[in-house]
């Protein structure tokens, strides 16, 4: 799929400048915003490394949420085909495991996924160039997925540097910044407005929200701080058109 059609069929990836940056609020906030629009929304976590005993059954907890967000009934190995049981990087839980994470078994996940839902979001792992394998990495996935990237920013020390080479490295693949989400994630950040200030001057995509700290954090409470009608841009930027908007104005 290319970037372009990914763009007008409302696709997406989200990556973020490292782990623990928010991605999976970021992501769940999305598709609470896309379900209430009327689409059906599913979220995907190609890979997930970590499980957690939840409802006394082990599971990994960005995953049940991305389906709580949802509206898309799939099974399990579409939105995870790769649940590794280490919170370790997902090479090095594969390699404990015995498994290999095979870039087609991704593809064809995210191809059944599209095929039952109007807007899929696609969460990656850690950073954007997170090591999946020995010959392959979260970039590449990217690059095969074809879709617009949506960069989380986990707002503290250090971010600039993060977001920007983040960026390049985006644009480096030939893959469209559709936007990008400002994730506080030390609240007591120095100077967080004057980061923003020159994030919106340097990383050249649309700034969808600022997520606050929540004490409490919910798809619904963050989707609360994120307006995607934006996005509508840089997809008409993708596809050379300006039809098909991505999203209806109440959530978009």
């Given amino acids: 799929m290319t970037t372009a059609a990914a763009a007008t069929q409302r696709r997406w990836f989200v990556t973020g400048t490292d782990t623990g940056v928010g991605k999976t609020l970021v992501s769940s906030a999305m598709l609470a915003l896309l379900a209430a629009s009327g689409l059906r929304a599913v979220g995907m976590k190609p890979v997930a490394a970590g499980l957690d005993a939840i409802d006394g059954e082990w599971r990994n907890e960005d995953v049940e949420r991305l389906q709580?967000?949802?509206?898309?009934?799939?099974?399990?190995?579409?939105?995870?085909?790769?649940?590794?049981?280490?919170?370790?990087?997902?090479?090095?839980?594969?390699r404990e495991e015995g498994v290999q994470v095979a870039l087609p078994v991704l593809l064809d996940a995210f191809e059944r996924l599209s095929a039952q839902a109007d807007a899929v979001v696609v969460e990656g792992v850690g950073g954007f160039c997170v090591p999946l394998g020995d010959d392959l990495d979260t970039a590449d996935l990217a690059v095969a997925l074809g879709l617009p990237v949506i960069l989380v920013v986990g707002l503290r020390l250090g971010c600039l540097n993060h977001a920007l080479l983040t960026a390049e490295a985006i644009r480096a693949r030939g893959l469209v910044l559709a936007g990008w989400v400002a994730s506080v994630v030390e609240p007591q950040m120095l100077s967080p407005e004057g980061n923003l200030q020159t994030l919106r001057a340097r990383l050249g995509a649309p700034l969808l929200g600022v997520v606050p700290h929540l004490a409490a954090p919910s798809a619904a409470r963050a989707a609360e701080h994120l307006d995607l009608r934006a996005l509508r841009a840089s997809a008409a930027h993708a596809a050379r058109r300006t039809e098909a908007p991505l999203v209806s104005a109440a959530t978009a």
Wanted: overall charge positive.
């Fill in 68 to 94: 709580a967000a949802g509206n898309v009934d799939a099974p399990l190995a579409w939105r995870c085909p790769y649940v590794l049981k280490a919170p370790m990087s997902p090479h090095l839980a594969a």
